[in-house]
């Protein structure tokens, strides 16, 4: 592999291995040593990468406090605290949800419904903006201190820029900020509705982040906010197996399988990193 510290293709396997068995090299052109892990998010870490990764994806995905995480991975052997639990989730779930925006791209659909709803940070309300498509696929999210033009153009830029197309309506909840910036980011052809009514489908889709979220008691930072209600967001579409509204579920054997593949192929992707 080649060197992380002067990119060169010149090195050498040494037959020694890190106390948690990765392979070692030696650079011929600077004369380093390094592992399979130097220059990585996963350097000097003390524990293997798979399950630092497995903690963080379950850490986003149910409803497990820090301190239940450290005692379940206790009965498998690896010893650590509650607070380097909140660590690996500062430093890793950042690259998950980098990683699964990256596969979404260009694949949102024509028909946006955006809308926003309250999450508690330090004590005051924030406004998290999301946006699903037609068919509950999500379009973005992001997190807000105000609710005011220019989140809104901000979230819109953002949903442009992940879906690569401008869709061809947009059905919101009547905030005055929203028309303009409507036009304003996506342009005067788009159509704006106005309906409450129409925006249902949004409404019952925040239950995922609300029900993740309230066993929480809150946020103690904006930012910790904002990387875990995105993070949570990305897994989220990203093991969603109906393909639309409406539409059956495959049976129960069929949505297995593809569970564990799906979460093969993303260990398999944020591990190389």
Same mark, same amino acid.
């Given at each position: *592999?080649?060197?992380?510290?002067?990119?060169?293709?010149?090195? &050498?396997?040494?037959?020694?291995?890190?106390?948690?068995?990765?392979?070692?090299?030696?650079?011929?052109?600077?004369? !380093?040593?390094?592992?399979?892990?130097?220059?990585?998010?996963?350097?000097?870490? @003390?524990?293997?990468?798979? $399950?630092?990764?497995?903690?963080?994806?379950?850490?986003?995905?149910?409803?497990? &406090?820090?301190?239940?995480? #450290?005692? *379940?991975?206790?009965?498998?052997?690896?010893?650590?605290? +509650?607070?380097?639990?909140?660590?690996?989730?500062?430093?890793?779930?950042?690259?998950?949800?980098?990683?699964? /925006? %990256?596969? !979404?791209?260009?694949?949102?659909?024509?028909?946006? +419904?955006? =809308?926003?709803?309250?999450?508690?940070?330090?004590?005051?309300?924030?406004?998290?903006?999301? %946006? $699903?498509?037609?068919?509950?696929?999500?379009?973005?999210?992001?997190?807000?201190?105000?609710?005011?033009?220019? %989140?809104?153009?901000?979230?819109?830029?953002? %949903?442009?820029? $992940?879906?690569?197309?401008?869709?061809?309506?947009?059905?919101? =909840?009547?905030?005055?900020?929203?028309?303009?910036? $409507?036009?304003?980011?996506?342009?005067? @052809?788009?159509?704006?509705?106005?309906?409450?009514?129409?925006?249902?489908?949004?409404?019952?889709?925040?239950?995922?982040?609300?029900?993740?979220?309230?066993?929480?008691?809150?946020?103690?930072?904006? =930012?910790?906010?904002?990387?875990?209600?995105?993070?949570? =967001?990305?897994?989220?579409?990203?093991? !969603?197996? !109906?393909?639309?509204?409406?539409?059956?579920?495959?049976?129960?054997?069929?949505? /297995?399988?593809?569970?564990? #593949?799906?979460?093969?192929?993303?260990?398999?992707?944020? *591990?190389?990193?």
């Amino acid at each position: *592999m080649p060197c992380p510290h002067c990119s060169s293709a010149t090195t &050498s396997s040494l037959s020694r291995i890190t106390q948690l068995g990765y392979r070692m090299f030696r650079c011929r052109n600077c004369r !380093r040593t390094f592992n399979e892990r130097t220059g990585t998010p996963f350097n000097y870490l @003390e524990y293997p990468s798979d $399950i630092v990764l497995l903690v963080v994806l379950w850490r986003v995905r149910y409803k497990l &406090s820090l301190r239940d995480l #450290a005692e *379940m991975f206790l009965e498998r052997g690896f010893e650590f605290t +509650h607070e380097t639990v909140r660590e690996w989730e500062t430093r890793f779930a950042q690259l998950l949800s980098d990683k699964l /925006r %990256a596969k !979404r791209k260009g694949h949102a659909g024509c028909s946006w +419904h955006t =809308d926003e709803t309250y999450i508690k940070v330090g004590g005051v309300w924030k406004y998290l903006y999301r %946006a $699903i498509d037609r068919d509950g696929n999500l379009v973005d999210s992001m997190l807000s201190e105000h609710r005011d033009m220019e %989140a809104a153009k901000r979230f819109f830029k953002g %949903a442009l820029e $992940i879906a690569e197309q401008v869709p061809k309506r947009v059905t919101t =909840d009547g905030h005055d900020s929203y028309p303009r910036a $409507i036009r304003e980011t996506l342009g005067n @052809e788009v159509l704006h509705r106005c309906n409450p009514y129409l925006n249902n489908r949004l409404e019952q889709d925040h239950r995922g982040i609300k029900q993740r979220y309230y066993p929480m008691r809150g946020f103690g930072s904006f =930012d910790a906010a904002s990387r875990f209600c995105r993070a949570f =967001d990305e897994q989220r579409q990203y093991f !969603r197996l !109906r393909p639309g509204m409406g539409q059956p579920l495959p049976p129960l054997s069929e949505q /297995r399988r593809e569970h564990c #593949a799906r979460w093969q192929a993303l260990m398999s992707e944020l *591990m190389a990193a």
